[in-house]
T-cell receptor, first 112, second 116 residues
């Protein structure tokens, strides 16, 4: 069974600095997709970024980039120039076949 | 474009009562998902539909939970009877087509259920 691990329950970052949120995964499949979602206190899950297992380049979406290291089975999210509105829970997720599994999440707090 | 709609947003019931949640996916999305998110955890997939057919319901507690998507558009998730451990946020998500491409899932605001 696939497994997603987020080892950082909580992270703090100073406003305008960059922060990396860790995610490792375990799968025996060659074809899979990795996702990051943001969940603010309002509760809605907001899609941030996607990386396919066959994508040769790291995905980027505005201030978000995904540091994909396939051999190490890691898919870390990098947020550049943090803003106060980035304070939220962040979930890493993997789709393998039809299933979707989420990690336990990391709570990011941006300090002014 | 309208997002995924869910209702109600909040529900409080007593154990052994029944409850139903409603979800309307993004227009044109063939795939619909129901997740359960217990406080402090990531979402756990309960069931997924492709149009009006069930693709995966392996983690749905079928003795008390049921879900349907009769016309392949909106869906209802029911719990009968509810237990204390069912207290959670129930998230609905939809995606364009499970069988294609990146198949990004877009989530609704969720229904927060409290079972007393």
């Amino acid at each position: 069974a696939q497994k997603i691990t987020q080892t950082q329950p909580g992270m703090f970052v100073q406003e305008k600095e960059a922060v990396t949120l860790d995610c490792t995964y375990d799968t025996s499949d060659q074809s899979y997709g990795l996702f990051w979602y943001k969940q603010p206190s309002s509760g809605e899950m907001i899609f941030l970024i996607y990386q396919g297992s066959y994508d040769e380049q790291n995905a980027t979406e505005g201030r978000y980039s995904l540091n994909f290291q396939k051999a190490r089975k890691s898919a870390n999210l990098v947020i550049s120039a943090s803003q106060l509105g980035d304070s939220a829970m962040y979930f890493c997720a993997m789709r393998e076949g039809h299933g979707m599994r989420f990690g336990a999440g990391t709570r990011l707090t941006v300090k002014p | 474009e309208a997002g995924v709609a869910q209702s109600p947003r909040y529900k409080i019931i007593e154990k052994r009562q029944s409850v139903a949640f409603w979800c309307n996916p993004i227009s044109g999305h063939a795939t619909l998902y129901w997740y359960q998110q217990i406080l402090g955890q990531g979402p756990k997939l309960l069931i997924q539909f492709q149009n009006n057919g069930v693709v995966d319901d392996s983690q749905l507690p079928k003795d008390r939970f049921s879900a349907e998507r009769l016309k392949g558009v909106d869906s209802t998730l029911k719990i009968q009877p509810a237990k204390l451990e069912d207290s959670a946020v129930y998230l609905c998500a939809s995606s364009l087509n499970l069988l294609k491409g990146t198949d990004t899932q877009y989530f609704g605001p969720g229904t927060r259920l409290t079972v007393l």
